[in-house]
């Protein structure tokens, strides 16, 4: 009874398998279950515990595929003309993996300069032909060529670096004819050198050429000042020609010397500035009058060529010009105990001028006839200076000094004490006026370069050092010049061609 009633273990094992053999479906649903969990466990334990992976490597599985299309586009560009293949460094810039791939070198600090110290390159007729240097940011270059009108020039042994608007200042009065001077050969020289340089000047550069002529006391108080144009001109063929057919009769012929040579006259008169600080009363060297002519046409570079440094005059107040008028009163009545009369000594003096200039035209005619230059004066009264006669004796002539009726017992000439309201003042007057007109005229400073015409005897230290301030302290170089000088430079430009 006993064993029929109770139940073995091993057939309730059996019932439990027979269930669960009975549906398969069942099995694997609970097996796939417990292994989804036990792999979703793992994830999370993994993150928690060991962090997310920082490396990325789909760049290794995608960098044939990006080589190769880069490669290609360059194959391409390369067929067609473009410019990649020119730059093989920037290609691999562009399909590099490296971390910094794109980004931009570190650009380099640049100093604050101004715009000539960047470089520039030009190109171009004139007195260079190709030329590099530092120029302005447009990419003006300097040098021996041109970068867009500036150019390297030379003139009377004197070189500019950076010039593209020019103007000569040229002396045309007789001084500069003066016998010890050279006459008309070193002038004709001078002339010929102007008409050089201006030759050659492409169209992108402009020149300007203001003649002067000062009076025998080179007071400025009239100054004779005429430019061939009041504003610069373009290097054009037209105005070239134009200028030359001007230019090649100054001082041609003796018998137009001076502003008479001067074919057409040109009016000028000086802008008022009434901001620029000048001084009224004060009356500057001609060849400064002339300079402020040029200033107002706004130039890079001047070049200036002249007889003398001049002598730079004040106006007087009333107390020196009573102290005048005294010492003129004095004189004539020192004439009048001589026994002579003012009239008189005014009248003889007349006469032996108007004698001695009436040699000299006898004296030139003579030379003429043998093809040689005449001797120009600046006054009459240089006819009796030591050094002129000296030259007269030289070309075997002479002509006598006539004092009879206007000397003093000692056998002196008597020379007039001037009345007029202006006196000799300080040169440093002049290189102050000089600054002044610049900075009132010009944005950036000219470049003023100075030319000296003196004869072997003449006693120019002064000059010299006047005139050499000027040109320094404008940024520019002084010269003398003399006819041997001015011969062996043309000789030079001879033989060189």
């Not at 979703?40 to 299309?69: H, R």
């Not at 009076?215 to 134009?242: C, I, M, Y």
């Not at 500057?284 to 706004?298: D, F, K, S």
Request: with cysteine; charged share 20%.
């Amino acid at each position: 009874m006993s064993s029929a009633s109770t139940p073995s273990p091993s057939s309730g094992l059996s019932r439990l398998y027979t269930r669960l053999t009975a549906s398969v479906p069942l099995l694997v649903t609970v097996i796939v279950h417990v292994v989804l969990i036990a792999v979703a466990g793992y994830f999370v334990v993994s993150e928690q515990i060991l962090g997310k992976k920082k490396s990325f490597d789909a760049a290794n599985a995608s960098e044939n595929v990006v080589q190769k299309q880069v490669e290609h586009r360059l194959q391409v560009a390369r067929k067609g003309g473009g410019s990649a293949s020119s730059s093989p460094v920037s290609a691999n810039r562009i399909f590099s993996t490296a971390e910094n791939a794109l980004q931009m070198p570190t650009m380099p600090d640049l100093p604050l300069v101004g715009a000539s110290a960047l470089a520039g390159m030009g190109f171009g007729a004139g007195a260079g032909g190709v030329g590099t240097g530092t120029g302005y940011g447009t990419g003006l270059g300097s040098g021996n060529g041109l970068g867009s009108g500036f150019m390297s020039m030379s003139f009377l042994g004197t070189t500019s670096l950076r010039a593209s608007k020019i103007v000569f200042v040229v002396d045309v009065g007789t001084r500069m004819l003066d016998v010890r001077k050279g006459g008309f050969e070193a002038f004709s020289i001078i002339r010929e050198e102007v008409m050089k340089l201006v030759s050659p000047l492409p169209p992108s550069a402009e020149f300007g050429v203001v003649v002067y002529e000062s009076d025998s006391h080179d007071r400025g108080v009239n100054p004779l000042v005429n430019p061939f144009a009041v504003n610069l001109l373009p290097a054009t063929s037209t105005n070239k020609t134009r200028f030359f057919e001007w230019m090649k009769l100054i001082n041609l012929t003796p018998e137009k010397v001076g502003f008479r040579s001067i074919a057409l006259r040109t009016p000028w008169r000086a802008k008022a500035l009434p901001n620029a600080g000048l001084d009224e009363d004060f009356r500057p060297p001609t060849w400064v009058v002339a300079l402020r002519c040029a200033l107002e046409m706004g130039p890079d570079t001047i070049y200036v060529v002249a007889g003398s440094a001049g002598v730079p005059v004040q106006m007087l107040n009333d107390q020196e010009l009573a102290r005048k008028k005294k010492l003129k009163d004095n004189q004539n009545a020192e004439i009048v105990r001589s026994g002579l009369t003012i009239e008189g000594v005014e009248a003889a003096r007349k006469a032996a001028y108007s004698r001695a200039m009436a040699a000299l035209d006898a004296v030139n005619a003579k030379l003429k006839a043998k093809g040689q230059s005449p001797i120009v004066v600046t006054a009459a009264r240089r006819i009796f200076e030591a050094d002129f006669q000296a030259a007269l004796k030289q070309k075997g002539f002479s002509i006598p000094l006539d004092y009879k009726g206007w000397s003093t017992k000692e056998g002196k000439p008597i020379m007039w004490t001037g009345t007029d309201p202006y006196d000799k003042t300080e040169y440093s007057v002049v290189l102050t006026e000089i600054s002044k007109l610049q900075r009132a005229l010009l944005k950036d400073r000219a470049a003023l370069n100075i030319y000296l015409l003196v004869g072997p005897t003449e006693q120019v230290n002064e000059a010299i050092e006047n005139l050499g301030k000027a040109s320094s302290r404008n940024g520019g170089k002084f010269q003398l010049l003399t006819t041997k000088k001015l011969k062996e430079m043309t000789a030079r430009d001879e033989a060189a061609k």
